[in-house]
């Protein structure tokens, strides 16, 4: 702010010369603002940085993310149980009960007599491994024969280990029931859904009939986008079958277990699985149902230019 003015506006509105201790005071409030001015531009300017970016962000890249974070939750499940840090994400529990409850059956009061001096532990499946859960502790594995052989250290006294060998019930569960290939095969089309999508035309200059500069942004090819959609479908319906299988396959598994021990082992569906399945195909159908909406609108929009 120009000092002089200051002293003008000062004399004006008090109808009197400024003393010295006015014009020092003028002077400090001359440099803040000067100061605020110098750096209050620079903060509008970030502002408008960042927001610049808003416009070129289109309706295909929100696609994208979808799909991006569709992908990120199936890779999660998939290796699920494959470390200790993954260990809650896991398709079947088995464990021991503590005190479960009588039958007359010869066979269930066997069944309970061979599991009494079992050890606490719970066996979690899934796709690409095993995590045991014994005496506070935790080793993940792919192979059951150096899970048996961890239970075999673990056991105190009389304790018998796994005396219904759950872990090799789990293992064949994991082998012969579930089947991971469809997750693999509907990663890669999602996968190849963003590679396509990521080829739409973006905004860029065109100059117009007059010699002016304006920013266009052109409809994306309608090959590529069929061939997107299709790629989408197909990751859809798989990871839709998926969803539904590992489901079914994991409430049926605590079931059998229940029945066929009598009630002296149970069975638990893993929560945090199921989450991350349903939550993947809830993403993937939204992409999806997006492509169709925008090339349906395009198609549209195409006939009534022509």
Same mark, same amino acid.
């Given at each position: 702010?120009?000092i002089?003015?200051?002293?003008?506006?000062?004399s004006?509105?008090?109808?009197?010369?400024?003393? &010295?201790?006015?014009?020092?005071?003028?002077?400090?409030?001359?440099?803040?603002l000067?100061?605020?001015?110098?750096?209050?531009?620079?903060? #509008?300017?970030?502002?408008?940085?960042?927001?610049?970016?808003?416009?070129?962000?289109?309706?295909?890249?929100?696609?994208?993310?979808?799909?991006?974070? !569709? &992908?990120?939750? %199936?890779? %999660?499940?998939?290796?699920?149980?494959?470390?200790? !840090?993954?260990?809650?994400?896991?398709?079947?529990?088995?464990?021991? &009960?503590?005190?479960?409850?009588?039958s007359?059956?010869?066979?269930?009061?066997?069944? *309970?007599?061979?599991?009494?001096? $079992?050890?606490?532990?719970?066996?979690?499946?899934?796709?690409?491994?095993?995590?045991?859960?014994?005496?506070?502790?935790?080793?993940?594995?792919k192979? #059951?024969?150096?899970?048996?052989?961890? &239970?075999? $250290?673990?056991?105190?006294?009389?304790?018998?280990?796994?005396?219904?060998?759950?872990?090799h019930?789990?293992?064949?569960?994991?082998?012969?029931?579930?089947?991971?290939?469809?997750?693999?095969? #509907?990663?890669?089309?999602?996968?190849? *859904?963003?590679?396509?999508?990521?080829t739409?035309?973006?905004?860029?200059?065109?100059n117009?009939?007059?010699?002016?500069?304006?920013?266009?942004?052109?409809?994306?090819? $309608?090959?590529?986008?069929?061939?997107?959609?299709?790629?989408?479908v197909?990751?859809?319906?798989?990871?839709?079958?998926?969803?539904?299988?590992?489901?079914?396959?994991?409430?049926?598994?605590?079931?059998?277990?229940?029945?066929?021990?009598?009630?002296?082992?149970?069975?638990?569906?893993?929560?945090?699985?199921?989450?991350?399945?349903?939550?993947?195909?809830?993403?993937?159908?939204v992409?999806?149902?997006?492509?169709?909406?925008?090339?349906? !609108?395009?198609?549209?929009?195409?006939?009534? *230019?022509?």
């Amino acid at each position: 702010m120009n000092i002089r003015l200051a002293l003008f506006m000062y004399s004006m509105v008090s109808g009197q010369n400024p003393l &010295v201790e006015d014009v020092m005071t003028i002077c400090y409030f001359s440099e803040s603002l000067d100061s605020w001015e110098r750096h209050t531009p620079i903060k #509008s300017e970030l502002s408008v940085f960042q927001l610049s970016f808003l416009p070129y962000i289109g309706y295909h890249h929100v696609l994208m993310i979808f799909l991006v974070i !569709s &992908v990120t939750l %199936i890779s %999660i499940l998939i290796a699920g149980c494959t470390s200790d !840090s993954l260990a809650g994400i896991y398709l079947l529990s088995l464990s021991y &009960v503590s005190n479960p409850e009588p039958s007359a059956s010869n066979v269930a009061a066997s069944i *309970a007599e061979v599991a009494a001096n $079992r050890t606490s532990m719970e066996i979690r499946a899934g796709y690409m491994g095993m995590c045991l859960l014994v005496s506070g502790q935790s080793i993940c594995s792919k192979n #059951s024969g150096s899970l048996e052989a961890f &239970v075999r $250290r673990a056991t105190i006294g009389d304790e018998s280990g796994d005396p219904l060998n759950l872990i090799h019930a789990a293992q064949k569960f994991r082998e012969e029931t579930v089947f991971v290939a469809l997750l693999f095969i #509907s990663i890669v089309a999602a996968i190849a *859904a963003i590679l396509l999508m990521a080829t739409f035309p973006g905004w860029h200059e065109d100059n117009t009939s007059n010699g002016s500069e304006r920013e266009v942004k052109p409809f994306p090819s $309608r090959a590529v986008s069929k061939a997107a959609l299709g790629c989408l479908v197909v990751s859809c319906v798989l990871t839709l079958l998926s969803g539904f299988w590992q489901h079914l396959s994991s409430s049926s598994a605590t079931t059998m277990v229940k029945f066929f021990t009598y009630g002296v082992a149970t069975g638990h569906v893993g929560a945090g699985a199921m989450a991350l399945g349903w939550l993947a195909t809830f993403f993937l159908i939204v992409a999806c149902i997006g492509l169709l909406v925008m090339i349906l !609108s395009i198609s549209v929009l195409s006939n009534l *230019a022509g």
